[in-house]
């Protein structure tokens, strides 16, 4: 039900406050792998420089293909009311305070991105024990799955009042110590 009103790679970008044309835009990158030269074809927006793709105004952005890109000043000057991590680390820890301190909420890489990592597991388990999953089977439980992880990382980042890595990390080292204990490792 979301409305993407922006979009880019290293090429080019487009925006389209009322929503863009998805289908469009993806048929475009499966032939020709990049945006360049779809803006000559496809009447979906404006174009623009991808160096101001981050700077759109909206109500959750994405970093989804570069590690490093928000760091302070660009996380001064970012026009959004949440940061989803869909690349590995694109929050850079002083653009992370800088979020913090506009009150702008940042879901982490690692809760935000583990969908990819569950799947995988999925497909070892399935293998391991010779079965197959249908498709269905497979979403349900990876959304239950992934449900289930950010319900408990935002439980802990509102009952200790942290941010939402903060509480994905103390989740994930909690879990990582009761394994160590639980083998007897001193």
Known sequence: GARITAVGDHTRAVRNPRGLDIDAL???????RFLAGAEEVLDV????SPDDLLFEPCDVLVPAALGGVVD?????????RAVVEGANGPVLPDGDAELRRRNIPVVPDILANAGGV???YF???QNIQQMRWGL??????????????FARVYD????????????????????????????GVR
């Open 118 to 120: 569950t799947g995988s």
């Open 156 to 183: 802990m980042a509102t009952t200790h009042g942290i941010p939402l890595r903060v509480a994905a990390l103390v989740i994930g080292i909690g879990r990582v110590g009761k394994a160590i204990t639980t083998r």
């Open 123 to 125: 497909e070892w388990a």
């Open 72 to 80: 302070k000043a660009v996380a001064r000057e970012l026009r959004c």
């Open 26 to 32: 993806r048929g475009w990158t499966r032939e020709h």
């Open 136 to 149: 269905q089977r497979f979403r349900e439980e990876l959304d239950r799955k992934m449900c289930d992880a």
């Open 45 to 48: 927006g404006e174009w623009f």
